[in-house]
């Protein structure tokens, strides 16, 4: 998956993106049947390894770059692809340099890619593929249906998973409600939520790989995620020990660590709450009451630190009067009256919703 490569294979991903200038050379020397050796960097580790050739520094078009793909060598470009630095250069990386290629042009590419941390490109002129080597990762660029339709798919498994969510997260509110709640009930949402993270990240380098091509499914993806990275902080927050050495951005990380197998076990979801290591899943449980109070509208995250800070418990909070919300700093009678009745609908919907 894009998801799990490095950010700097992203960031060349992106510039050989559909509507990018570069991607229109590339194309271009597929279309005349062509091979290429595209190094995107011209520093000084670069030019280290250059030989023969000429000097062009010449602005980029995609144009130049299809003429000068006719040329055996290698043409390097300056790093943010805006111009042509040299052309037909031969390139001598260290021979010691690991690789599993079998051609010379690729042999050449992964080794360089290897050596130095700048994005090379080959276009195999046999098998017309467009490969983006970046340190040890090698991605082939897929035909653009063909990434529409894989993201089309991972959004349709999307919606699916985050229906799910929406149903235990709706199961969830009314439990605490209720004071019912359990260690299972909250790492079902946590993994739930980690479910939805994890593949809207792939879906988020379809959208890295399609480019200008991707603006759909980037809306798509942008309305089906509203608010599930707000809530699943929140449902940690609600309920992770909070010690010196565990902090939320901590056990939110370690979240996002996990493996697919230890996600699928709930006990090692329950591990980033930091609990004691025998808590049994079906252990109750007792919210702060940041995730409730969040979905009361206009209220500041502010408040809502004092809210909790000031209560201690969700359960508090529901049984406090507006006189209490009154005497909390920042809330005033106005705001004191919205929190009451804010806290009252969402008690009643979340019981409706539970029961219906």
């Not at 090698?138 to 339709?149: A, G, S, T």
């Not at 919606?159 to 509110?173: F, H, I, M, P, Q």
């Not at 418990?313 to 049984?319: A, D, G, T």
Request: with cysteine; glycine share 6%; charged share 30%.
């Amino acid at each position: 998956m894009l998801a799990r490569r490095s950010a700097a294979m992203i960031e060349a991903l992106a510039a050989v993106a559909p509507g990018r200038p570069l991607r229109e050379g590339l194309d271009r020397i597929l279309q005349a049947s062509m091979g290429a050796l595209i190094v995107v960097g011209d520093g000084p580790d670069v030019l280290a390894i250059c030989s023969g050739g000429f000097l062009l520094d010449a602005e980029f078009t995609p144009q130049r770059l299809s003429e000068l793909a006719k040329m055996d060598g290698a043409i390097i470009l300056a790093p943010d692809a805006s111009r042509i630095a040299r052309a037909n250069v031969h390139l001598v990386p260290n021979p010691n340099v690991p690789t599993t290629e079998t051609g010379t042009r690729h042999r050449t590419a992964e080794r360089v890619a290897r050596s130095i941390d700048v994005p090379v490109i080959s276009v195999s002129e046999d098998m017309s593929v467009i490969a983006v080597y970046r340190t040890d990762l090698k991605h082939p660029l897929e035909p653009i249906p063909r990434l529409v339709n894989r993201a089309n798919q991972a959004l349709q498994t999307l919606e699916r998973y985050k229906n799910r969510l929406d149903t235990v997260s709706g199961a969830l509110s009314a439990l605490e409600v209720e004071d019912l709640v359990t260690l299972r009930d909250v790492v079902t949402v946590l993994q739930r939520a980690e479910m939805v993270r994890r593949i809207a990240e792939e879906i988020d380098g379809y959208i890295v790989e399609l480019g200008s091509d991707g603006r759909l499914v980037l809306l798509q993806l942008e309305e089906l995620l509203a608010g599930v990275e707000d809530d699943r902080r929140h449902v940690i927050k609600d309920y992770f020990q909070d010690q010196p050495d565990w902090r939320l951005d901590q056990a939110l990380e370690a979240l996002s660590d996990l493996t697919t197998e230890d996600l699928l076990d709930l006990k090692s979801v329950a591990s980033v709450l930091n609990l004691p290591a025998e808590q049994e899943l079906d252990v109750g449980m007792q919210p702060r009451g940041y995730r409730l109070l969040a979905k009361i509208p206009r209220l500041p995250d502010a408040v809502i630190e004092r809210l909790t800070s000031r209560f201690g418990s969700l359960q508090k909070i529901m049984r406090a009067s507006v006189d209490d919300f009154d005497d909390v700093e920042g809330v005033g009678s106005v705001r004191a009256r919205a929190i009451k009745e804010g806290l009252s609908r969402l008690a009643e919907t979340s019981i409706l919703d539970r029961y219906s």
